[in-house]
């Protein structure tokens, strides 16, 4: 496993049809001027921009689609993210006027449906910032571990090195 200490990560979000989100290191820190790179589903780059002073990206894609969402901040620092088309909710069309009443319901439905995954979105969004950046984290119980399989290895070391130590002095 790669070692973590300035792991690159991504956190993206689609929201009213728009792509954001931002980069940001385990540990602290945010990229600016990091590449962002977005290909669709045939792996064709479609956008390209730099992140802000702040590591973030906003992209409107000119139709929902599936893409996959990259960032590369130099130095072997990159991380992906993929965003399915169905993270866009469903398209909303208008009821025509030459439509009977009875058959305009779908489109009322569609339009609430869509207004109310909106609104979930807004409320979400905060909290899987907030997941994804605690996953990134590096904790307290991270650094006790790593700091008892230094001392616990650097014992068997000593003890091993004892143990010859004795059996070339008799």
Known sequence: MPAAAHR???????EGGTISGYAFFI???????????IRDAA??????EVTDGEGRFTWT???????????????GHAADIRLGEERFGPTVSAPTTTMPTAQALPADTAAIEAAVDRA?????RP???AYDEAEGRVRFNDIVGGIGMIVGLAGAALWASSRRRGKGGS
């Open 8 to 14: 690159l990560k991504l956190f993206a979000t689609i």
């Open 27 to 37: 540990g602290g820190g945010r990229p600016e001027g990091a590449t962002i790179v």
């Open 43 to 48: 792996g064709t780059e479609v956008h390209r």
């Open 61 to 75: 894609p000119p139709a929902p689609g599936s893409f996959v969402v990259t960032v590369d901040a130099g130095d």
């Open 120 to 124: 979930v979105a807004r409320q979400i």
């Open 127 to 129: 909290l899987l910032e």
